[in-house]
């Protein structure tokens, strides 16, 4: 799909209807994370920290 194609579809969206971001509660098990998940948990907690400060 070409960038002027997907442009011309993202004109037919209605982004009012879309479902928007909330504070979630996402179980997290020490046990399967892997480094990855680490990484993306201490930058979460990093930027609640910032929100909060703000």
């Known amino acids: 799909m070409t960038k002027k ?3 011309q579809d993202l004109e037919k969206v ?8 909330k504070n979630e ?5 020490e046990e399967l994370a892997d480094e990855a998940d ?3 948990q201490q930058r979460a ?4 920290a910032r929100n909060e400060n703000a």
């Open 5 to 7: 194609n997907q442009n």
């Open 14 to 21: 209605n982004f009012a209807e879309l479902p928007t971001g």
């Open 25 to 29: 509660d996402v179980e997290f098990s």
């Open 38 to 40: 680490r990484v993306a």
């Open 45 to 48: 907690a990093e930027a609640d």
